[in-house]
């Protein structure tokens, strides 16, 4: 599985992007999707996740309220919509796939099988 994670990019505080992140290699509607970030000096943290058919979702309380997460199946395709960013949204991005299909609840790194490259968000203040 491949996937290619797009949409990043500066953006002042309590303005908003659209993360996308593009898979090929596997059937995209038999695959778990998340985002995760990562600050410097800080470890990679879960901030949502989606399941196979994006009827179900689950956020970090960090994000909550703010962020919403969605797949277009048709396109091979998982969102995250950021809204009322804040400075400390500011990390690299990641996109990751997981095979169980309870993992869209998982916030645990190593219960995902495949990562993207990451995109650079950065939240002036």
């Known amino acids: 599985v491949q996937l290619q994670a797009s949409g990043g990019g500066l953006v002042q505080a309590g303005g908003s992007l659209r993360l996308s992140c593009a898979a090929s290699g596997r059937t995209f509607s038999s695959l778990v999707m998340g985002w995760f970030r990562q600050a410097p000096g800080k470890e990679r943290e879960h901030v949502s996740g989606?399941?196979?058919?994006?009827?179900?979702?689950s956020y970090s309380d960090s994000v909550k309220g703010r962020f919403t997460i969605s797949r277009d199946n048709a396109k091979n395709t998982v969102y995250l919509q950021m809204n009322s960013l804040k400075s400390e949204d500011t990390a690299v991005y990641y996109c990751a796939a997981a095979n169980p299909s309870w993992a869209w609840n998982s916030r645990r790194v190593d219960e995902y099988d495949y990562w993207g490259q990451g995109t650079q968000v950065t939240v002036s203040s």
């Open positions: 989606i399941s196979f058919s994006g009827s179900t979702t």
